[in-house]
């Protein structure tokens, strides 16, 4: 089981954020990003390999998940 301190995580949201229903994200060491909804802060946060998070934005970027 993985075990981060995330109250020590330095979370960014995107730039391009403005209507308030985001996605934090955080860097958590070299192998780990933490994800979190930013409207919950003390809520659960997801923790995913960094080649995982890079699949992930890669696909959204190509627009894989449009509906």
């Known amino acids: 089981m993985l075990d981060f301190d995330l109250s020590k995580a330095d979370w960014r949201k995107s730039r391009h954020s403005s209507n308030g229903n985001c996605l934090e994200v955080a860097r958590l060491g070299l192998r780990h990003v933490g994800i979190r909804d930013s409207n919950d802060l003390s809520g ?21 998940f449009d509906l």
């Open 44 to 64: 659960v946060a997801l923790i995913v390999s960094v080649e995982d998070w890079r699949a992930l934005a890669a696909g959204i970027k190509d627009g894989e």
